[in-house]
């Protein structure tokens, strides 16, 4: 009777945590008719001694170290050294417009982005805001071309996804992936204190190590999908 009951919950648990796995890439909001207009590239060098200046990357020096094209998201692994991210904004429109440049799980890693006006380099500020992305306000001006390197440090997986939002776009995107995720998290978390009162009361290992299996599982997720730098 024990046996079969806990191979239910681990069906069941097993079944919320691939919905965790599924939820992990959150929807894209329609692009609107500004965001048409604006034409962005990305380069990524890498910085494998740890020298490369603003300056030198903004100003094309460093192109021979740029990495060949890859399939987007770029995925880096867990970095050795710093990595340079060359973005270059235009828009075509007629209107000025303010975007959001957002770094998809972003809140990970350490960033500093810096501009090129007039000659000299100029530090940009991130939205400080509570989120596992790092977002970076962004007003472009009619026929306005930008140019913008961003100097990542990491100690973790570095997957650069980069998105242009619209201003409101972010927040409705995660407020649906906060509440998808919290409810699966929390279904995951109820069964794994479950099995775990099961296994006081019959003393069976099995319960404790698919208790342990899902509460692993469950940090993992918070930590791969961002959400553990913002609790």
Do not use: C, K
Request: overall charge positive; cysteine-free.
């Amino acid at each position: 009777m024990g046996r079969r009951r806990v191979r239910r919950d681990a069906w069941a648990a097993l079944a919320a945590m691939l919905l965790l796995w599924l939820s992990a890439g959150p929807a894209r909001a329609e692009a609107d008719a500004a965001e048409q207009d604006i034409r962005w590239s990305i380069s990524v060098l890498a910085d494998a001694e740890g020298a490369f200046t603003a300056a030198d990357v903004l100003g094309g020096r460093l192109d021979r170290f740029v990495l060949p094209a890859a399939r987007a998201p770029r995925n880096l692994g867990y970095p050795r050294h710093p990595y340079w991210v060359h973005i270059r904004l235009h828009n075509s429109g007629a209107q000025a417009t303010l975007r959001e440049l957002v770094l998809w799980r972003g809140a990970a890693h350490s960033q500093r982005a810096f501009e090129l006006r007039n000659g000299q380099v100029h530090p940009l500020s991130y939205d400080l805001r509570t989120s596992r992305h790092a977002v970076l306000p962004i007003e472009l001006a009619p026929g306005q071309p930008r140019d913008i390197a961003v100097r990542i440090d990491s100690s973790t997986a570095l997957s650069l996804d980069y998105r242009l939002l619209g201003p409101n776009e972010l927040a409705d995107i995660d407020r649906v992936d906060y509440w998808f995720f919290g409810m699966l998290a929390g279904i995951v978390l109820a069964i794994a204190v479950y099995v775990v009162a099961i296994y006081f009361a019959v003393r069976e290992r099995m319960y404790l190590y698919f208790a342990a299996f899902a509460g692993l599982n469950l940090v993992y997720q918070l930590h791969s999908e961002g959400y553990a730098y913002i609790l």
